[in-house]
Each structure stands twice: as C-alpha cells, then as structure tokens.
C-alpha cells in the first residue's frame, strides 16, 4: 500500500523560501503521478501543482513563477520549492496520488508565512 510522508513545512517571514518534501513509499514510484495541494484555514483545499511520471509538471496560476515541483527518483521523493512566500500561501500542504482509482493523501505539513 502507498504511502505519502510530507515534511520541510514551518514558519517563514513574507519574502522567504521553503522546500516541502513527499516522501513515497509502498509503490512503483517511477509510474505514479504526485499532485500537491494547499488548505488555507477556513478555507476549501486547492490544487498547487502536479508531476507526472515522466517529470512533466504543472503548476496553478496562483503559484506560477514562484512554486517549483520536481522529483527524484532514487530518493522517491518529490519536492515542491516555494519563493517569495505570501502571507496568503499560508496552508497545509498536501502530497496525493492516484491508486487504483483511490486518491492517497500524506498527513500534510503546516507552512506559516509571516507579514
């Protein structure tokens, strides 16, 4: 069974970079697609960005420019670099993949970004 372990989130000034983490384990990680996602509080969760096997990735209009999503095969880990955090980006950050027709959802990890 897969499983999706998100670390690297914490608390960061307005300006600043994180790089978040999804750890994967329990599946062929060279055939599977990762999608990041975000739920700001009081808010619904929204899609951030995704990366599909072949390393082709896509990112929301809301990110573009400042979110970069990439893997690594050999750790079967992949990344999401954020720059020039807003105060609006504030969220737990969600890594998921598609299973068998069933998403597959990490525990999610709290990025907090200052004014």
């Known amino acids: 069974q897969v499983q999706l372990v998100e670390s690297g989130g914490g608390l960061v000034q307005s300006g600043g970079s994180l790089r978040l983490s999804c750890e994967v384990s329990?599946?062929?990680?060279?055939?599977?697609?990762i999608d990041w996602h975000r739920q700001p509080p009081g808010k619904q969760r929204e899609w951030v960005a995704g990366?599909?096997?072949?390393?082709?990735?896509r990112n929301a209009d809301s990110v573009k420019g400042r979110i970069t999503i990439s893997r690594e095969s050999a750790k079967k880990m992949v990344f999401l670099q954020m720059n020039n955090l807003k105060p609006e980006d504030t969220a737990i950050y969600y890594c998921?993949?598609?299973?068998?027709?069933?998403?597959?959802w990490g525990q999610g990890t709290q990025v907090t970004v200052s004014s």
């Open positions: 998921e993949t598609l299973l068998r027709g069933q998403r597959v």
């Open positions: 329990g599946s062929d990680f060279s055939s599977i697609r």
């Open positions: 990366i599909d096997s072949t390393g082709t990735s």
